[in-house]
């Protein structure tokens, strides 16, 4: 296969409770790597104590508040972070980069009345410096307010606060006017730069997105070196948030300072538009449950084509011509409904066993049949996902196939085909993937880039 990070992490990364790309653009700072795309799972319990000595007056009674379990919560805290994410840069994103150029072009503002009043009075001062460091620093806690944890803008801001203003105080106590003003054009021309739409769509891009949602998709990256940045480099990741109106391509940006123009893959259209996103619907069959849906979510996973061919060899077509692997995500208002949705959804097809999606722990852990070996019958869940104590594995999906009217393969024109693929809840969520007219004992593979996907934890 194309890696084995998934066989490494072993059992550990579907046990474990609370799990969940960039080119150097300046004015740019990722998390770090405890951040690096983490699932940020918590239970809601802040623990405190009704009685004032820290016991109960009902000990001995059953407690009746405990949080149920949250089906699937590895994945389920994987694709919260994904769907929020989305969400974010579907909702919330214009007006966060506004509200970015809106402090920065105030900063420029009060550099232009200091100049005024430097040209005015023909003197400069320590405290026209200090307007400016305090104008620089607000700009930078607007700025971050606005844009983190997604981007971080404010260290760049900051950092080029503090270098000009560290200049303009040593001139202003000398009366050094000229050099003053010098220095004032110098941090305009910079601030200005960066306050540019030019700017602001590469170093907080959202075509394509590069930031931690890229990494998010692609949970879990290695920790470093180069099998990580392999998996960044490679990735093509196609965003279609329904219910939001949004679409989005996630991937490295190309280099157009490496490579001429015609040397850089042409992608036409936008993501996951709607004429496939109703095929993909039809393909699922009675799985996309609209009633109580709240968010709506395609995700595609391919291989970023590569930029430095021959022109002739370069690609240059649509984002469904690069064979991606799609994954369909429902959100509800809890995992309740999202359980009675699954349960909706399998009542009106049938299923065989579950199995899980990682080719490698597919190849080390089930037969060909679906079933984990590791955990005895492969139904050892309820509808909603839970599972026995005794299975300690990366998640199993259901497998479940439904008839379509058409179908595509013998006698496609005669006679009704079948789709078969995977569906599962995890919290509020419920996923499908890897529907087709071929049965799951009859390809090996299929994932493909999927593989690098969050959804196989």
Not at 18 to 25: A, I, P, R, T
Not at 37 to 65: K, V
Not at 248 to 268: G, L, N, V
Request: proline share 6%.
């Amino acid at each position: 296969m194309q890696r084995t990070r998934r066989g490494l992490l072993g059992v550990g990364a579907a046990a474990a409770v609370g799990l969940s790309g960039c080119l150097g653009v300046e004015g740019v700072r990722y998390p770090d790597a405890a951040d690096d795309g983490q699932p940020d799972a918590t239970d809601g319990d802040d623990g405190d104590d009704d009685g004032e000595d820290g016991e109960s007056d009902d000990e001995d009674q059953p407690d009746d508040d405990e949080p149920e379990p949250v089906p699937n919560e590895a994945l389920a805290a994987a694709t919260r972070n994904v769907v929020d994410d989305a969400v974010w840069f579907a909702t919330e994103y214009p007006s966060a980069v506004e509200t970015y150029r809106d402090a920065v072009r105030e900063v420029v503002a009060e550099i232009d009345a200091v100049r005024d009043a430097a040209d005015a009075n023909d003197a400069v001062s320590g405290e026209m410096a200090d307007r400016l460091d305090e104008a620089g620093r607000a700009a930078a806690e607007t700025a971050d307010d606005a844009l983190e944890p997604h981007f971080h803008p404010g260290s760049r801001i900051r950092s080029r606060t503090e270098r000009h203003v560290g200049e303009l105080r040593t001139f202003a106590p000398r009366g050094d006017v000229d050099r003053f003003l010098e220095e004032l054009s110098r941090m305009r021309r910079g601030f200005a730069a960066v306050g540019t739409a030019t700017y602001v769509d590469e170093a907080f891009s959202r075509e394509p997105i590069h930031n931690r949602l890229l990494r998010r998709l692609l949970f879990p990256l290695p920790d470093a070196g180069p099998e990580r940045r392999r998996i960044q480099s490679e990735a093509f990741v196609e965003l279609g948030l329904a219910s939001r109106g949004f679409s989005a391509f996630a991937h490295e940006p190309y280099d157009d300072e490496e490579h001429d123009r015609s040397r850089i893959p042409r992608i036409y259209g936008n993501a996951f538009e709607e004429a496939r996103r109703e095929e993909l619907r039809a393909r699922l069959g009675p799985i996309p449950r609209p009633e109580d849906r709240t968010e709506e979510l395609f995700v595609a996973f391919a291989t970023r084509p590569e930029a430095g061919n021959s022109p002739s060899q370069t690609f240059e077509g649509w984002a469904y011509e690069l064979d991606s692997t799609p994954v369909y995500v429902q959100r509800y208002p809890d995992a309740a409904t999202a359980s009675d949705r699954l349960d909706e959804a399998l009542d009106a097809a049938s299923t065989e066993g579950r199995a899980p999606i990682d080719p490698d722990a597919t190849a080390a852990g089930s037969d060909f049949s679906g079933n984990a070996t590791a955990g005895g019958d492969g139904g050892n869940e309820t509808a909603g996902g839970s599972e026995k104590s005794t299975y300690q594995g990366p998640t199993r999906w259901h497998r479940l196939y439904h008839h379509e009217a058409e179908g595509e393969r013998y006698g496609f024109d005669e006679h009704a085909g079948v789709q078969y693929g995977y569906v599962v809840q995890a919290g509020e969520f419920v996923l499908a993937t890897g529907f087709s007219g071929d049965a799951w004992e009859e390809r090996t593979g299929w994932q493909g880039r999927l593989a690098d996907g969050w959804v196989v934890v």
